[in-house]
């Protein structure tokens, strides 16, 4: 059972949530990510359950990329992203139990908007019963030692454990006809994505909004269950139009609009006005 444990900002609740999980957790600046890349990879390689939880004070620092590329190989690292205080709690436990699950580090993106937002009524949720299936054996015929291990670490990493909470859907609602628009965002830019969304609809715009809150490994099956019939995509993130180009990856036959502020906060008007350019087609 979920218990309240009263006001706190987005980083005491993921301090709690972590406490005496039996993990190995560290924060660190994102600044400080890539000095630091080798001796993440050592945990890695070592199988140090482990959560990291990565302080982004700017813009520049939320480069969603530079954590999709952190360790060698091509690698991707597991990355959860809250959007507001309580999911700072439910992903920090996420985040505890999939590390101790994988024997991995794993990632929780924080960015300062959200670390020092203020709620009541937080709970201490229960650790996510999670889980996973083994990696098929590789066919290390003629492979070396290091390519095999390499291989390895890949092929536990692509997999995202059974129960792991990976994105939310507001679908557009059901009166309006079929979704045309589908907003994609993560982190505290949902906040802004929510209203534009919300404001869309009152205009009439057919619109569903997708929270993502696993960044990488690209919950691909999530984008494209709520891509479906969809015809324009507006990804609206704090950060340069980088996870935008993910997006159009993934959706190539589909229009992708990046709704991206290089200079702070992204504000409800720029998600909007990227709703509104966008064809009304028939």
Known sequence: ????????????????????????????GAGDVRRNSSRLFQLLRGGTPSVIVIEALSVESLDVMALR???????????????????????????????????VPVFLLLDQQLAEQI???????????????????????????????????????????????????????GAMGRPEWLVVTYGATAHAAS??????????????????????PLPESELLRASTGI?????????????????????PDLAVVSAGNATGPVPQSLILRSLQRTPRCC
Request: overall charge negative; charged content about 20%.
């Open 119 to 173: 709620e009541s009524g937080i709970e201490a949720a229960p650790m996510p019963e999670l889980k996973y299936e083994d990696v098929p054996p590789i066919d290390a015929l003629e492979l070396p030692e290091a390519e095999v291990e390499m291989r390895l670490l890949e092929q536990r990493l692509s997999r995202l454990p059974g129960g792991l909470p990976l994105a939310t859907l507001d679908a557009s609602p």
């Open 231 to 251: 015809k324009h995509v507006v990804v609206a993130e704090r950060n340069l139009g980088q996870y935008a180009q993910e997006i159009r990856r993934v959706l």
């Open 195 to 216: 209203r534009a969304v919300a404001e869309a609809r009152e205009g009439g715009q057919r619109v569903s909004m997708l929270n993502l809150k696993v960044l990488w």
């Open 1 to 28: 059972m979920s218990a309240e444990i009263g006001t706190l900002t987005g980083r005491q609740a993921v301090e709690l949530a972590l406490r005496d999980h039996g993990v190995n957790v560290e924060f660190i």
């Open 69 to 103: 590329w952190i360790f060698p190989g091509g690698i991707t690292p597991l990355v959860l992203c809250p959007s507001n205080v309580f999911e700072c709690a439910e992903l920090a436990g996420a985040a505890a139990s999939a590390a101790g699950l994988l024997n």
